[in-house]
């Protein structure tokens, strides 16, 4: 059992506009989603040998949704299915320019019910990478099974990324928000932060100070900050490449794919292949749905 990029966290229902119904109601389209999920299915089309770790409802979505991800290729062997669980929902609303607000049905649902003893340890001591986000430290046992597969990670000499993510309506407040991330980034070798994310954590609104911020007090190597349409910072600047944007949904999420693709295939291009394939994501409704191939990818490096 083995990939070379393990994802753990939320696996979820995105619901996302796609126009009015004849008495003009909002319709909504059921797309699969969430973060870590996001990314491990990024990086399978790109050409990585990815798995996901996790929880869902064994109803019709988390079926729909473990369907979804060995469709893309990425390894379920750490997928689970509780009958005793929802699977998570999040209604999405789009914005003019494709930014979004959340509406979210998740308490006690099942990404916040993975249970440490619930790990596939040998598949988190076998990956190259292992990936997490912030959510899956909102709740308890996922919280617990989080920071599980972290040590887990550590003792076995695994790297381990982390895609910072806040979303208001899940934390109790921004300091509790901060507190989890002092429990995590500490053992974090590559990191990814909005603006926005970085700002609340360091008090900074520059990225390089804000990275800057993060790697003395957390130790953490490596720090991307994204800046949505004007680009990301990693050691540099790279503007955003030319899109038409109809939904940011796992534009994050496909960047950060992308850089850990290109880090383990050692591309020299990783921060501008990287914002390229966040920018072909963006340019399609949906999460999942929208990744990219790397042909894709390449072709838009190359204009």
Not at 53 to 74: M, N, P, Q, S
Not at 98 to 113: K, S
Not at 127 to 147: F, I, M, W
Not at 278 to 291: D, F, S, T
Request: with cysteine; hydrophobic share 45%; net charge negative.
């Amino acid at each position: 059992m083995s990939a070379e990029l393990v994802c753990l966290g939320e696996l979820l229902i995105d619901f996302t506009p796609c126009g009015l119904s004849e008495a003009g109601n909002l319709r909504y389209e059921r797309n699969p989603g969430g973060a870590p999920a996001n990314a491990a299915v990024a990086a399978a089309r790109l050409g990585l040998s990815a798995a996901f770790i996790g929880k869902v409802g064994d109803d019709l979505h988390g079926r729909f949704l473990r369907r979804t991800l060995e469709a893309e290729g990425v390894d379920t062997a750490g997928l689970v299915l509780d009958g005793d669980t929802a699977t998570t929902l999040a209604f999405v609303e789009l914005t003019p320019d494709g930014e979004r607000d959340f509406a979210f049905v998740r308490r006690g649902c099942g990404d916040t019910r993975l249970r440490p003893e619930e790990l596939p340890e040998e598949l988190i001591r076998n990956a190259k990478v292992l990936h997490l986000g912030t959510l899956s430290l909102t709740d308890e046992p996922a919280r617990s099974a989080t920071l599980r597969a972290l040590e887990i990670a550590e003792e076995a000499g695994v790297s381990v990324s982390c895609d910072v993510n806040y979303r208001a309506p899940l934390w109790e407040s921004e300091e509790a928000f901060r507190a989890a991330c002092g429990l995590l980034l500490p053992g974090v070798r590559f990191l990814k932060v909005s603006m926005e994310e970085a700002a609340l954590l360091t008090g900074f609104s520059e990225p390089e100070k804000a990275a800057e911020a993060i790697k003395s007090r957390w130790g953490v190597e490596t720090v991307a900050v994204t800046m949505g349409a004007a680009g990301a910072w990693l050691e540099g600047f790279c503007p955003a490449m030319p899109a038409q944007a109809v939904d940011a949904t796992g534009a994050g999420d496909c960047f950060w794919a992308a850089w850990l693709y290109a880090r383990l295939r050692r591309r020299p291009d990783s921060l501008p292949f990287a914002c390229a394939a966040g920018a072909l994501c963006v340019e399609k409704r949906g999460a999942i749905p929208a990744m990219p191939t790397l042909a894709a990818v390449e072709a838009r490096l190359r204009g």
